[in-house]
């Protein structure tokens, strides 16, 4: 079929879900560049290219539909002869790939989570093993992610990432000291690790948690400015990392560290390995050991045979807790996991009940502690300019997820991609505005 493209082997990579996600686009695009192939990260459609790439998350229910419309959608695209090629790959692709080959048929071919090479390989390249950590990041040039391990041994009753990621894989110091090397020679100034679990990070290579070692490695690199945790299991956290955070300036007073939920009789059944007293005392360890951390999670509501009672469990909690960036989800009943031989029991309309209950809640803890940062001056990265205003983020933020500081820039100049003095003037919910300590 004759294709309407203007232009010839050009290479579009889409990308959905995680940062994870993410970083593997950035990888393969990498390679992609090596070969001399010309590839872009999620082109517009007037120079959209002739190849398509999508790169899936199969994670809950509505990641899984997102991705089957994307591909959907470049399936009739190529039907109707305005692309040539689409190839599926990523954990959706990992996970169903025999029901979307039978049932999406037009789709050139489908690659599971660790077939770069054979993925490259379609696309008329060669997997270049010398491409020790080198990628084309998407993000802005100021911060890039660090994915220090793949996989999970955790044995969560909820989660489907084993089964789409395999197992806890963490990479060697060397190799990551030398991929971060590398992106501060391209001008990153903030490493954000990610894996599915930093908790396990060198569990499998050098036989002990190494989180710190590595750590400890990743301050030296010249250039790299911020270092920020995501993705903390709490079973078995290493509390060394906290003395080196305390220690270290270049280590962000900030962790993301997933509790799910805290009731013990749906921690026990989410085979979480711990209680609602060791996850709490852990807390109260952080804040003790790093005073003022950031402390972000992300909170599952529905869960089966959750209760009107846990339920007031959880909303104590974070309530006592006060968390400084909370994330909230409905639970999703996916096949082949523990949690699927339960009875998915919590009606659709309760759940969502919960995460909006849950979410206000967040709401005024939020509202709270931003007040209390009216008046004070942060260092902030300054990400972009968009629309009127400059927009950048405290040691206490992650990008996309996190609260965002709003400076005027009818009135102000702030360089992007560089650090600023900023002194807060106004708070919202999730949002900070301020203004140059000493403006340009």
Known sequence: MRTKSTKQNKINVITLGCSKNIYDSEVLMGQLRASGKEVEHEAPADREGNIIVINTCGFIDNAKAESVNMI???ADKKERGLVDKVFVTGCLSERYRPDLEKEIPNIDQFFGTTELPLLLKALGADYKHELLGERLTTTPKNYAYLKIAEGCDRPCSFCAIPLMRGKHLSQPIEKLVKEAQGLARDGVKELILIAQDLTYYGLDIYK??????LLEALVQVEGIEWIRLH????????LDVLEVMKREPKICNYIDIPLQHIADSILKSMRRGTTQAKTTQLLKDFRAAVPGMAIRTTLIVGYPGETEADFEILKDFVQ???FDRMGCFAYSHEENTHAYLLEDDVPDEVKQA????????QSQISWDLNQEKVGKTFRCMIDRKEGGYFIGRTEFD???????????ATKFYLKTGEFAQITIIDATEFDLYGEPLQAN
């Open 72 to 74: 959907l959608e470049y």
């Open 398 to 408: 992650s990008p996309d997820v996190d609260n965002e500081v709003l400076v005027d």
């Open 354 to 361: 919960r995460v909006t209950e849950l979410m206000d809640l």
């Open 231 to 238: 993705y903390a299991f709490p079973t078995g956290f290493p």
């Open 208 to 213: 002990k948690r190494n989180l710190a070692e």
């Open 320 to 322: 006592e807790m006060k």
